[in-house]
């Protein structure tokens, strides 16, 4: 059941509500305990529906792993401790009644007062007709009356009171401290439709066991009725026997019938003496012995009533005859007001009573329960407005952390691009430089490669092969000396400065393992020449050729190129030798634009040439003008000394020649193509370098982005904290109110009920 507070326009409706119960408990006064009665079972109903709200909002909200505890294991059994306690108080408060127990002396009209009250004849009484054990009369809804004995759920059905007389005395097994309920319709009797029990007893000087009866019947009564005997004085054995009622409770409600007045009427010269010896005794008795009363309330205490007369008034008049017809005594009115007023005074003070003694000590633990919910439910207010206060502040750190890191990261990202750029051209420009170097010295790498030289082809390809695979070796190692210590030393530097940079970005645990968590590896720069590749289409001429012969004379003038063009020319008609090697395919053509100077010097050489081997007739020609302008002694002797240069020549033309002739052209062959790859080996080492860095770089960088994805988590729970406990809060304020609704309807309880009471 869900516990609903009272909207500000429903005070009307509750004041219409209380003046409508009000006005009851005016035309009743047992309606006073009746309308405390509901009243209260209503706040216990809501306050179990709150307890139990609270039970499991409490037991909910520690579960949530998601949060921090607000609230303890303790609090959570203590509530559950309070469900049990309120619902136990439930079903007692649901079964309280006010109860009332008549004492007195064997005969002294007890059963007639109770049968007076109940204005019908239901208990046995008169000549004959002793009760002879405890007689509790309860109302019941049903429309048939009944008796329940102690110990028994058998229902003994009765109609009429001698059957009642009958069945009391037909069972053996009732004794003076036994009970019997006689359950009587409500629609019969209306005292008995405001929850008001009678209890009827035997003589009290009939049995010793008076502390016994105190224990069983007397411990939860609201008021107790003394039924004396007016032509007689109070005795000792009643006098004792309330003062062992005293001794048990705090201050007993008692009210003192001096029953059987109406014989007083036969003497009204000593009526008054006789009423004022009976009211003093029974005053001395309340107030001086039992000290349960002042002498101003004793007067409200003691009545002189004769309920047989008032049984039969009451009779007649339920039977439509007149109150005071029949043989009454002088005097019945005056009896019978005095009855009506006992009854009065005694329905206000059993009310009163009643309201206090069974609903102020739940009333006080309702107000501790609710209390103590308050107060829990405000720790736990307490406890989720600190932890928000915690998270708000935590997830404003984590995002201004984030935001922190954002932005350095870009400045960092910025500054680290700047710095590879810069050392990636410097690694470039070093690396052009060396291998410039490295081209000009390559004659001495070559010079250093040592191998069995032979002019076959077979053995070529393999000197090749192993040629190139010594210059890349040699190139490789030799460039690696120059730059890749300055290198390595820049890279390292560069590398500890993004670290160093980047460092403060990373938690604290992080920043001490970020050495292992990027590591640093020997780095070395790869200079991939690819000579196999780079030289596969070189190709040697280790054939004789003499120093003075026409070719190299022409290649002295014209240089290699231009003798190349030149002869081709010539031996587009004069068949040429085959080479050792296959010819390279990739020769550029001739350009076709206008010719220079030195293109036509090489075309009037090719035209004499060809023009003198057209026919011998030129030789001849020649050789005449030549004899006639020096003389045959110095032909003859240039002629021999060019015979014995060539033989000369012809003899050293060893393999060590060709060797080193193979080794020259060689170096300015790879001299050529290799000054065509310095900008692209530059660029590669550079890029080498600028991968490195790059990488390392971007693992920093996944570290800094696990850094801000963890930031970005405790973000969101800290949202979804916070969220959570915005919903806990504003909960448990509600709770906490609600127990503060609970207490001040529990306030007006008591101002309405208890204190109205005193």
């Known amino acids: 059941m869900s516990l609903v507070f009272p909207r500000p326009n429903t005070n009307a409706v509750h004041s219409k509500k209380d003046k409508r119960l009000m006005a009851e408990v005016n035309a009743s006064p047992l309606k006073h305990f009746v309308t405390a009665k509901k009243k209260i079972n209503g706040i216990f109903e809501q306050l179990g529906a709150y307890i139990k709200e609270s039970a499991s909002f409490l037991e909910d909200t520690h579960k949530n792993e998601e949060l ?11 509530v559950r401790g309070y469900l049990a306690k309120v619902a136990g108080i439930g079903e007692v408060l649901a079964r309280r009644h006010m109860k009332v127990v008549f004492f007195g002396r064997t005969s002294n009209g007890k059963s007639s007062v109770i049968n007076a009250m109940l204005c019908d004849k239901v208990l046995p009484s008169g000549i004959g007709h002793t009760t002879n054990c405890f007689l509790r009369v309860e109302g019941t809804d049903g429309n048939e009356s009944f008796l329940l004995t102690e110990g028994s759920e058998e229902r003994k059905s009765i109609k009429t009171v001698n059957q009642l007389a009958h069945a009391l005395h037909q069972d053996e097994d009732l004794d003076a401290g036994s009970l019997v309920c006689v359950m009587w319709p409500k629609a019969k009797c209306a005292l008995l439709r405001d929850d008001l029990v009678l209890v009827d007893s035997p003589g009290i000087d009939v049995t010793t066991e008076l502390d016994s009866w105190i224990d069983k019947f007397c411990l939860d009564a609201d008021v107790f009725v003394l039924v004396a005997n007016s032509e007689s004085t109070l005795m000792q054995t009643e006098k004792s026997f309330f003062h062992k009622v005293n001794e048990r409770l705090s201050s007993p409600n008692i009210f ?3 029953n059987r007045w109406d014989a007083s009427a036969s003497e009204p010269e000593y009526m008054e003496e006789v009423r004022r010896q009976h009211m003093d005794r029974c005053t001395n008795f309340l107030v001086d012995e039992l000290g349960v009363v002042d002498r101003a309330q004793a007067s409200d205490r003691i009545f002189f009533v004769s309920a047989k007369e008032v049984l039969q008034a009451r009779v007649q008049k339920a039977q439509g005859m007149p109150e ?4 009454l005594a002088e005097g019945f009115q005056a009896r019978m007001f005095e009855f009506q007023n006992f009854e009065r005074r005694f329905e206000e003070c059993i009310s009163q009573s009643a309201v206090k003694t069974k609903f102020e000590q739940h009333t006080v633990r309702a107000k501790q329960i609710s209390e103590a919910l308050r107060l829990i439910m405000d720790s736990v207010h307490i ?6 206060v915690y998270c708000l502040d935590t997830k404003e750190d984590r995002q201004d952390r984030l935001e922190f890191i954002d932005k350095q990261l870009d400045l960092l990202t910025m500054d680290c691009k700047a710095k590879i750029k810069k050392i990636t051209e410097e690694v470039e420009r070093q690396v052009s430089n060396a291998m410039a170097e490295e081209i000009r010295k390559l004659h001495v790498l070559v010079d250093d490669f040592h191998m069995d030289f032979h002019p076959s082809p077979v053995v070529l390809k393999v000197y090749k092969n192993e040629l190139h695979r010594h210059i890349e070796e040699g190139l490789g190692k030799n460039m690696s000396e120059r730059c890749s210590t300055t290198i390595t030393s820049a890279l390292q530097a560069t590398q500890t400065d993004m670290i160093e940079g980047l460092k403060p970005l990373l938690p604290s645990p992080v920043r001490e393992q970020v050495d292992k968590l990027v590591p640093r590896q020997c780095f070395s720069l790869s200079y991939d020449l690819a000579c196999d590749k780079l030289c596969s289409d070189f190709q040697e001429d280790i054939s004789f050729h003499f120093s003075l012969g026409w070719t190299m004379l022409v290649n002295r003038f014209l240089g290699p190129k231009n003798t190349r063009r030149a002869l081709m020319g010539y031996n587009d008609q004069v068949p040429r030798p085959m080479a050792l090697t296959p010819v390279s395919t990739s020769m550029p053509p001739f350009p076709q634009s206008s010719m220079t100077q030195e293109e036509l010097m090489v075309s009037m050489v090719t035209g004499l040439a060809s023009l ?10 020649v050789g005449g003008v030549i004899w006639k302008a020096v003389g045959w002694r110095l032909i003859a002797l240039s002629v021999g000394l060019y015979g014995l240069l060539y033989i000369y020549e012809r003899l050293t033309w060893t393999t060590k020649a060709k060797e080193r002739a193979f080794k020259r ?8 193509k290799l000054q065509l790859i310095v900008s692209y080996t530059g660029s590669n080492c550079s890029h080498q370098v600028q991968q490195e860095l790059a990488g390392a770089f971007a693992q920093l960088c996944q570290q800094v982005d696990v850094t801000r994805q963890n930031l970005e988590d405790e973000i969101t729970d800290m949202t979804s904290k916070i969220e959570l406990l915005d919903g806990l809060q504003s909960k448990a304020k509600l709770l906490r109110n609600k127990a503060g609704w609970l207490d001040s309807e529990l306030n007006m309880f008591t101002q309405q009920y208890l204190h109205h009471s005193k």
């Open 68 to 78: 921090d505890p607000v609230t303890t294991e303790e609090q959570v059994q203590e």
């Open 256 to 258: 003192i019938l001096n």
């Open 324 to 327: 005071a017809g029949g043989a």
């Open 383 to 388: 406890a989720a407005q600190e932890q928000r």
């Open 612 to 621: 003198t081997s057209r026919t011998s007739m030129g030789v001849l020609v």
């Open 665 to 672: 052209q060689f170096v300015d062959y790879a001299s050529e």
